[in-house]
């Protein structure tokens, strides 16, 4: 019971500090969230890009001519 | 190399968290910034809008140095890495524009209809832009690839050449609501120095990014070279 009333109290302050100094935290966290989702989007095309390559490198040296070593 | 870019990566990734999180340091901490009337808070646009054109700009002298290499080893790569550079430069460009639009609307023409106001560096940015989208328009003419890279990189090194004239002296020559033009070097009197200690990591971060951009875009467009190539091999 007492844990519940301490997380309430912890939302209370994080409302605290939130609605302070004109509320410019506010516009922090709508920044970060943007970042965050952009960071996930880099990430995951980095990793389709790695992916591509490695198949086009495998294409590539299927296609290149058998070496004659006669 | 791909260990390297991974730790680059990372690195411009935690720096611009920092930038962001510096951007909006308030109250007693040491970046807090002074309130200017009319600015008030939109002077944080500061940390955001100026790295447009700086991201802009370092793009644009990176799709000119390849150009130059293009020119020079006749390299399909080479073209590949200017073309991507200068699509890079143009999307800053545009966000340079629209961000500053927006600042301007809130603040220096605030309660009125204003969005465009042909602010001599706003239309030389402009102007600088198009420039830029005219190098593709330009690309798009062209269908022999290697036609293409060579009077698309003479084009580029042209456009090149506008930049410091469009983006530099011709806007402090006249009257502007941009600082410089009364022959201070960029920042405003008003500029409270502390600004500096978020703007240039702000530069510097922007920069990162573009550059993740332009090397995710160089690696896609390479792997499509290929994949085309092994295409045309499969066909004769």
Redesign the interface.
Known sequence: MSMILLLIQAARNIETVMLDNDKLLVVLAVVLIIWIGIMIFIYSTDRKIDRLESLVKALRSEEEPPIDRS | M?HKYKTV?LVI?IW??LV??GA?S??GTWLNIPKVAMLE?TARNLYFHVPMWFTMMALTALSAVHAIQCLRTNSPVSDIRSRTAALIAVTFGILGLATGSVWAHYTWYEGTNIWWNFDPKQSMAAVQVLIYCAYFALRSALDDPRKRARIAAVYNLFAFATVPFLLYVLPRQLESLHPGAEGNPAFSDITDPIMRAVFYPAVLGFIGVGW??YT?RV??AC?LM??RS?EE?NHF
């Open positions: 791909r990566r990734i611009m968290t962001l999180l909006f308030f109250g808070h993740l951009l995710q690696r896609l792997a290929t994949l092994i091999d």
